[in-house]
């Protein structure tokens, strides 16, 4: 399975749009876009067909914005905030 990165997504993009955009490469499973955020996820099952379809589609045109696909990183695990001991924590003036 290769999950893959869609940014400067077009407000006007929509799942099925890019799906429509992914489909003549291979087999997509699932397809995200988050809306109001201009980026997106797809999911293709064959690692293969992804990678084809990340270097065909890098750089070209959907719905009027030029797209950046590249492989998709693992999610960082949400620690929990606060904390303190950070040498970047913030300190509230008063």
Sequence with gaps: MKNIYV???SPSTTNETLKAAFAPFGAV??????AGRGFGF???I???EGISAISALNGKSLDGNTLT????RPKKPSG???????KFSYRRKY
């Design 29 to 34: 499973d699932r397809v995200n876009v988050i």
């Design 69 to 72: 696909v590249n492989e998709a």
């Design 42 to 44: 797809v999911e293709m």
């Design 46 to 48: 064959n690692d293969s």
């Design 80 to 86: 929990g905030g606060g904390g303190g001991n950070s």
């Design 7 to 9: 940014g400067n997504l």
